[in-house]
């Protein structure tokens, strides 16, 4: 873990394997456009198939892009890390067109045990706070990505 | 709102006004299979494009789910309810066919604030508890279901 | 514990040892009125001393006595059982001379996780709603009071 | 608020205003060793009445010193701010002896609400990580100290 360019290098693998494998995310048009061990950030615009009858987009996709941010900061640790909480608080809606971009960043670390800050911002300024707990459960990471 | 038969009316309105327009819960194939003022039941049944490459369903579609129950269970009481806040904690992995349950009640209520607890059943027991808050901002319920 | 009159039996031994103890539970005034494995009721009356300028309770002190439900429910179960997390919506203020009613209950458990929901109310209804999580971390219960 | 030593001053005032009245910051041995418009600084020392049997300090402690933290930020941005929700992971435990510092920041504001994280280190790192939103009840500030 000494060397930086092997931790990037790890964290970037793993960002790989799990992209690779995550329906979710491609379906909802994430891009992972930065990654290093313990932060990253995952970019998504809002359609229409996200949102309700007013065009706003749903809690849940919004969850769901700062809880992905999470994924790959935490995996970029090394090791495969699974989320056991989370909570958020949306403080302003967000709408068809909107560019979101998810920075998950580590807020603290015991032992296996990780907490995360996600800041979900769209054009006009913050969108959303997300706070998420993981855990290590194993040091391997997460698998390769088929070839 | 004294008249049961007539809450009990509404709620179902609000349900069938707020589900034609949404399109994330048809997406994802929820059925929303009770509602009362304050309460609500949604079903899912997980299917691969929500999984990760473990076959794990990925925590924000089961937050979805959660945050669907609460919605339909807050906009079954007449108005217009937001979510302004949830948190979630994941008890146990669900899997690629496994059929989910939400059930969301109101745990309290202040004026337009009302917190919300939503427990999320599958096959094996507990999956997820949910907990989220609510406001009021408008009297007048969701918009009907264009005919 | 298959013998409910002996989980009974073992819930109020651990409240005993753990109330002997506990005196920040003897600074605020906090009575145990009720346990059972899982459950349990803490009474307190809000002093000046816990009130600020305003004479409002400050919300430390709710979540304190909340907090204190929930730690003799859990190790009403058998075995000792610490909070990893816990949150708390305040949902209107407690004044000078009220009577606060903690009331804790086991939401889920899944082996050694437990989440409990605490209600906290007052003589003019709900004062706040808090929610936590523990873990079992022994099976020994707390060591008993000294004689 | 355009000028940094008025609303500086503005911070100082409102805590000094805050911290008279503040008959739990003075009986818990709190000393504010820090404020700015949305930050604090608060210290604290563990001591024997602060802790359970096992001489670990209460969870509820840890939670106050952090909302303490939280009420000064928030308070020094002029007006008068209320905690309406808030959460806490407990990392590691504090014991007697140990001098504990809090540090609030703020993560994100939308007009009335603000949203604070504060980091609770111990000596040997982090013990606990506190997440809590505010609304703006007046604008008017805490009453000055009597005098």
């Known amino acids: 873990m000494s060397d930086p360019g092997e931790a990037q290098a790890r964290a970037e693998a793993a960002r790989d394997a799990m992209f690779a494998n995550d329906r979710v995310a491609h379906e909802l048009g994430?891009?992972?456009s930065a990654v290093s061990p313990s932060t990253a950030t995952v970019d998504m615009t809002v359609t229409e198939t996200m949102c309700n009858g007013?065009?706003?987009?749903?809690g849940g996709v919004i969850f769901s892009l700062a809880d992905a941010a999470m994924a790959f900061a935490s995996n970029g640790l090394g090791?495969?890390?699974l989320?056991?909480?989370a909570?958020?608080?949306w403080l302003a809606p967000a709408r068809v067109g909107d560019r979101l971009t998810a920075t998950a960043t580590e807020s603290a670390r015991r032992g296996r045990t990780g907490l995360f800050q996600v800041e979900v911002h769209g054009p006009d300024g913050v969108v959303a706070i997300f706070?998420?707990?993981t855990k290590?459960?194993?040091s391997d990471g997460p698998a390769p990505a088929p070839s």
Do not use: P, Q, Y
């Open 87 to 89: 909570s958020i608080d």
């Open 30 to 32: 994430m891009v992972v």
């Open 83 to 85: 989320a056991s909480d």
């Open 54 to 58: 007013l065009d706003v987009c749903h």
């Open 131 to 133: 706070r998420g707990k």
């Open 136 to 138: 290590m459960v194993s």
């Open 79 to 81: 090791g495969t890390h």
